[in-house]
């Protein structure tokens, strides 16, 4: 509300007198257009441009040329590595993914620690940060010797171990083993027989060691070590079952079979173990593959160490393969030993 002596007082204000012209009006008209011209022009070139200029540049880092790799420094060496990725499908969750739903309302109501933890689905649970963080850094090899079971065998087929926190981890495990191969309908080591030499499946072997030859002495020696998932307990097995066998190559029907696929299948393995590179420079390896395949254990003498790993033949590869002296016992010359100073990887009765 305006005070009553201010109203009297515009009232009697006298109208200022303006003289238009069209001159005039030009001019005025020129100076709007020119005023709103700077209003829009100027925030644009200060604000709008340079942001516009920002986003091209972010769209071209983000999305332009290659994206799908990755690049590490090896400082010991002084090379850089780069890896070509995939593209992973976002409706394909990883297996953390999947643990976590399907635990994170397993128990109906809000759970307490009065009450034991239901059993996971898809994952070992610990109650304890010190096991949680082991559990979480242990390599493969000391997996397989953590536990003092085969598996399969003492676990999974009931072989007497009665341990009901070691079931529970077996079957958390057998499922993600599944998982990792896409069968997660598969429930038992049988279902998963052909699984078994694949690189990958080195969780299958830690808990299918009887189905996947970890207990045979016969069985082909690729992936025979903890490293590549053969628990320790199913290695002991197999050593015990060598012990019995006959001094001689070939000494159990099957072992042909076995020396076969291993030849066989040594480019793939070494391929899959080191990468395609280290394969592509050892074409002498891979014809000697076929050398090795066709002249039998006696091959062996011959050509004592491979050139690709530079391991013994007949003792094994740590990371890669078992001992081919368990199919070739006397050319890796077991026969040489005495009682008292028998090689570990000979049968009994080898000894003089």
């Known amino acids: 509300m305006v005070?009553?002596?201010?109203?009297?007082?515009?009232?009697?204000?006298?109208?200022?007198?303006?003289?238009?012209?069209?001159?005039?009006?030009?001019?005025?008209?020129?100076?709007?257009?020119?005023?709103?011209?700077?209003?829009?022009?100027?925030?644009?070139?200060?604000?709008?441009?340079p942001l516009s200029m920002r986003m091209l540049e972010v769209k071209r880092e983000m999305c332009y040329g290659l994206q799908n790799f990755v690049v590490a420094y090896?400082?010991?060496?002084?090379?850089?590595?780069?890896?070509?990725?995939?593209?992973?499908?976002?409706?394909?969750?990883?297996?953390?993914?999947?643990a976590v739903q399907s635990y994170k309302f397993a128990h109906p109501t809000p759970w307490t620690q009065d009450a034991p933890p239901p059993a996971p689905k898809y994952f070992q649970l610990g109650l304890a940060t010190q096991e949680f963080e082991t559990g979480r850094i242990r390599k493969m090899a000391e997996e397989a010797a953590y536990f003092p079971v085969c598996w399969e065998t003492d676990v999974l087929n009931g072989g007497g171990s009665n341990d009901t926190g070691l079931w529970t981890i077996a079957q958390s495990r057998m499922r993600a083993a599944a998982f990792h191969l896409d069968r997660e309908d598969a429930t038992t080591c049988a279902e998963?027989?052909?699984?078994?030499?694949?690189?990958?499946?080195?969780?299958?072997?830690?808990?299918?060691?009887?189905?996947?030859?970890?207990?045979?002495?016969?069985?082909?020696?690729?992936y025979k070590q903890k490293a590549e998932g053969c628990a320790e307990m199913c290695l002991s097995e197999r050593r015990t079952r060598l012990r019995a066998l006959p001094c001689q190559d070939f000494p159990q029907a099957g072992a042909a079979t076995a020396w076969n696929e291993f030849w066989d299948n040594y480019a793939a393995a070494i391929t899959a173990y080191f990468g395609e590179d280290r394969i592509q420079y050892a074409n002498?390896?891979?014809?000697?593959?076929?050398?090795?395949?066709?002249g039998g254990c006696a091959a062996l003498q011959a050509n004592p160490i491979d050139a690709?790993?530079?391991?013994?033949?007949?003792?094994?590869?740590?990371?890669?393969f078992g001992p081919l002296?368990?199919?070739?016992?006397?050319?890796?010359?077991?026969?040489?030993?005495?009682a008292?100073?028998?090689?570990?990887?000979?049968?009994?009765?080898c000894s003089r």
């Open 192 to 222: 998963l027989r052909d699984y078994c030499y694949l690189p990958e499946s080195r969780l299958l072997r830690l808990m299918c060691g009887d189905t996947c030859g970890c207990t045979d002495p016969m069985s082909v020696p690729w």
């Open 340 to 349: 008292e100073n028998q090689a570990w990887y000979c049968p009994q009765s």
């Open 74 to 98: 090896n400082a010991d060496v002084g090379m850089a590595y780069g890896l070509l990725t995939t593209k992973r499908n976002a409706s394909d969750p990883t297996l953390a993914e999947v």
């Open 325 to 338: 002296a368990y199919l070739c016992p006397e050319s890796c010359g077991c026969r040489t030993y005495s």
């Open 3 to 49: 005070p009553t002596k201010i109203q009297l007082a515009i009232q009697k204000l006298q109208p200022i007198q303006l003289s238009y012209s069209r001159k005039k009006s030009q001019w005025e008209s020129a100076f709007n257009l020119v005023a709103l011209l700077s209003m829009l022009a100027i925030p644009y070139l200060v604000l709008v441009y």
């Open 284 to 294: 002498s390896s891979i014809s000697l593959a076929q050398t090795m395949k066709a």
């Open 308 to 320: 690709i790993t530079g391991e013994s033949y007949c003792f094994g590869a740590a990371d890669l």
